[in-house]
């Protein structure tokens, strides 16, 4: 059971907009710590999408979007494309008494219907 | 441009030790700001983390796996090994290893390691 909590899967039509979650506690995300996005393409190595909570490296088309607020996080992907297929993961640094860890997102798989 | 890439085993008994080096390129180990992480995902499932290294040398450990691990560096050669003891089925996992600067950026390629007698 992961530490930051991810819906299992979306989905969406070619065009629309989707949101992905990811919930933390007052150890992770409500401790004031970043939050960042990967994308896993199938197959494929997991790739930077979002960093610090909002911004986006350079070649990440701005349909992808990120925002924090009190122990959660979000991602949000307007414009939806058949090559947004893939994996999403959260991630973020939790730190309570019994240690400090950087800590995933279960992981959410978005279908592009 | 910054490349990381993963070698090691593709099979290990259970009760070996694994060790896995990750090489690195576009970037030095001694860089204040950079350093690099092992992560790993079992078939199927979500993302690890395991151990980081800084350039100072510092160590931090996955508290759940902490005794089996072990991180060093060799900064002239440009790589980060790991070694995880005890390896059990359920430590079957793609094994990658990331540049640290605050996110993983980028992600070497993986390598699958499967444990199995």
């Known amino acids: 059971q992961s530490v930051l909590t991810q819906p299992p899967s979306v989905s969406g039509a070619p065009g629309q907009r989707v949101t992905i979650s990811c919930t933390g506690s007052?150890?992770?995300?409500?401790?004031?710590?970043?939050v960042h996005w990967y994308q896993q393409l199938p197959g494929t190595a997991p790739k930077l999408l979002i960093y610090?909570?909002?911004n986006r490296p350079s070649g990440v088309p701005d349909r992808f979007s990120g925002s924090k607020s009190g122990t959660s996080a979000s991602l949000a992907i307007t414009g939806l494309q058949a090559e947004d297929e893939a994996d999403y993961y959260c991630q973020s640094y939790d730190s309570s008494l019994s240690g400090s860890n950087v800590v995933f997102g279960g992981g959410t798989k978005l279908t592009v219907l | 441009q910054v490349t990381l890439k993963e070698s090691g085993p593709v099979l290990v008994k259970p009760t070996e030790t694994l060790t896995l080096t990750c090489t690195v390129s576009?970037?030095?180990?001694?860089?204040?700001?950079?350093?690099v992480s092992w992560i790993r995902q079992p078939p199927g499932k979500a993302l690890e983390w395991l151990a980081h290294i800084f350039s100072n040398d510092e160590k931090s450990y996955s508290t759940s796996l902490k005794s089996r691990l072990t991180i060093s560096k060799d900064t002239s050669k440009s790589q980060v090994v790991l070694t995880m003891t005890n390896m059990d089925p359920v430590d079957t996992a793609t094994y990658y290893c990331?540049?640290?600067?605050?996110?993983?950026?980028?992600w070497g390629q993986g390598t699958l390691v499967t444990v199995s007698s």
């Open positions: 007052s150890s992770n995300i409500g401790a004031g710590y970043d």
């Open positions: 610090g909570n909002s």
């Open positions: 576009g970037f030095s180990l001694s860089n204040a700001r950079m350093g």
């Open positions: 990331a540049r640290n600067g605050g996110w993983f950026d980028p």
